[in-house]
Structure formats: structure tokens, C-alpha cells
């Protein structure tokens, strides 16, 4: 665990500590109790630090940026602490913290065991029992495909505006296994933010409302294990647009733009902000284009800078989705911020906070012409038709099924249009007619 701890970023570590102060809230332990537990140091971590640290998630980047500079690498040694002293331990399958404190009796009459040559033998020819046993096992294990075959079954039978209609089947389970079913639902565009029902029944019907189009991945848990899942996407006829208010709380809903409303700059696609009250706008068209993920060409000229309404570090992103919520992408920004730059090969990320992105760091002020290029497994980026980055990647995107862009702050993007490594053109939009 402090090993995986020392790997997360200062980001990471803060929303992990809001996860383990509010389980030991749902344990009926306050933070008053907690501040007591871990060791001082500077700053000092009191009940009220801790509720800084609480609220970090739901903070704006600003008051984020500010936190991370009060706390620095004292972070990471109150985690640690937390954990030491209330024997946390955490369940990856079930994503679930729980405290498990060791039994000092059994510890003590175990370690008696060392005092003699009899016992010192007892004990390695158990170790040794356990090492066979666990060695077959594991080799049981990876036979079985690495889960328990489990035939629960999950289909898609419809879908209506934003409704979906799925079956499941699980007359193949045997009684007392948990079984749940996960909608993959992001509320409001809230990205952590999930829900999941617990299936009693063996056999019946689930409905759900998506608020918002998308691709979409629903799946269902056995005691754990994921024995089905199935994908879809919710469709838009055109292009749609959120943005996202300043000091909004996670669970406000994101204001919606239509075609028509991004396009009232006949030729520009911009969501319009009169007020400057947005921090991030997304514009996206979610729809089975006839193009492969892994042999296309997309080029789009956008401009995200102060005098549009871009924010600082004037971040825009231009990506490609494929099937099962993959993705192909790049987030560019200001020059000197490439800390903040990414890219997206698939199911891979490659961070700016780990690798040398700088040639991702660019001036949007004025506008740029943006090139993708996939070809035999590999993605090309191109800013002005010079290459900035090329990257291999192994897990095929499979069929575009939508694109999207992201800005920090309201950008612009003047046109865009795809076309296949033959140069024929198979999609286009100048963004010239909402009524087309």
C-alpha cells in the first residue's frame, strides 16, 4: 500500500483521502477522533484541515492548485498515517475500503513457534504446504480464463430517446452469489459518479434514463467477477454542446446547446458566453460514421485564446471515439503548461506529468489547423502540417463512433472533416447551416 500510495500524484492522493475520511465518517468515527490518531507535523492536520481535504473533490482547480500548495508532501505522510492506524485495507474487485485489525493473541502464540527446533520445522513444512497449494491454485486459476465461470447473462432489448431497456439472466447462478448490475450512468456528466442496482430476482427486465448522449458500457458483477457486459450508444442527430459553470457543485446539471446554438457564428461552432460564467465546455457529435478508428485522417482548424473566452492553460482537446467507450486524442495547451497535455491511445494514456509532451504545448490563440493520422497501429499528430508527436498503439479503435472536443474556458472550432488515407473525403461539416 505505500508503495502504491507513493506512485499516485499529489491530485490522486487528495481525492484518496477524501474516500478514506469518508469511510471512517460511515464508520461512525468524526474527524475530530481521526486528527487525534496521526502524528503532528506542518502544517498542522486538525479536524478542520481535514475537512479542507473532505471537500478537495468538489473545489474548483484554483482552490485545488491552492490546497496542494498549503499541504504538499505532508499529504502523503497523513494517508499513510490513516491507514497505519486504523488498519485500512483495500478490496480492488470491490473498489470498498475496510478496516481490519490483526488478532495481537494469535500473532503472539504463532511467533512461539520459533523458539524450538521442532517448531521452526512445523512451520517451514507449512509454509512450504501453502506455497504447493497456492501455486496450483494459481495455475487452476489462469486455466479457468482468470475468473469463475459464471454464466449470468445480459441484452440489450431497446432503446427509446434516452430510455434503454435491457434483460438479464442469471437462472445459471447458483443461490447466495451477489450479483449486480451497472449501468455505467455518469449523472450530469459527472464522471465519478455511477450507478448500480443488486439483482435479487434470477430472471426480469431493467430500464434506465441516460441524461445525456453517449457510448456506453453496461455490465454485470457476480461475487466480483464480471461475467457480461454490453455496449450501445446514444446518438445525436448533429452536433451538441455542455458547458460547465463556475463554482458549480458536481451534482448541478450542465447547461445544453443545440446545432443551431453553437452555430449562430455562421461558419464557427462556439458555445456562446456572453457572461464568461463557463469553466469547460464540451461539444461533441456521437453517431456510427462509416470510418475506421485505425485508418483515417482528421483535420480541424480551433482557436481557444483570452479573447474568445479561453481560460488558463487555454486547454483543447480534439478526440475520436471508438467502440466500448475507447478513444483516440490529444489535449493541447498553452506553452510552458505541457504538464497538463495528454494523449489517448486506446485504452493507453500517456501524461505530460510523466512524459515529455512540450511540443503539445502550443499558442491557440490564434487558429491552428489540427491533424490526426491513424495508420497500421499507429496515431500521428500534426499541428499547421508539422508532426508533433507519434505514438504506436496495440488495441484497434474500431469504428469511429463519434468526435468531441474540449476547451478550458469557450473555444472555437472553424471546421473540420475526415477522410480516409485514400484522400477521399467521407465526412465534412463547415458549420455554415443549422437547418442542414
Known sequence: MKEQIHSLSRHQQFLMLGEVIDFLNSQGILQKEIAKKIKKGKPAIGQTQLSQIKQYGKRTEDEQVELKAKFGKRLQGVLLDIIQAYYLQYDLQKREWSIKEPNKKTQLKFWKLFDNDSGRRAVAL????LLIATIA???VFLKSGGRKKYKGKIRLDRIEGQTVFFTFDLTQ???GELAVFDYDLNIYDVRVATKKDTLKERFGRLSQFYGRPGNYVAKLWVSGYLVDSVAFTLETKKWQGYARQRNASKFEKNDMFLYCDLTQ???IMHIPDTMGK?????????NSFPVSGDNFCL?????????????????????IYGQNKDKIAANFVTKGTHHYAYVNLVDKKISGKRENLGRFGIDLSYWRVIKIKAYNSKVSFFVDDQVIGSFLYAKPLGQIKGLYYTFKGTGMVDWVKITGNDGNILYEDNFNNCKE
Open 126 to 129: 507449512a509454509l512450504l504446504s
Open 137 to 139: 491454485l494459481s495455475l
Open 173 to 175: 447462478v447458483p443461490k
Open 265 to 267: 457564428r455562421h461558419g
Open 278 to 286: 463557463y469553466v469547460w465546455t464540451n461539444i461533441f457529435y456521437i
Open 299 to 319: 483535420e480541424t482548424r480551433i482557436k481557444n485564446g483570452k479573447k474568445n473566452g479561453g481560460l488558463y492553460a487555454f486547454d483543447a482537446t480534439v478526440g
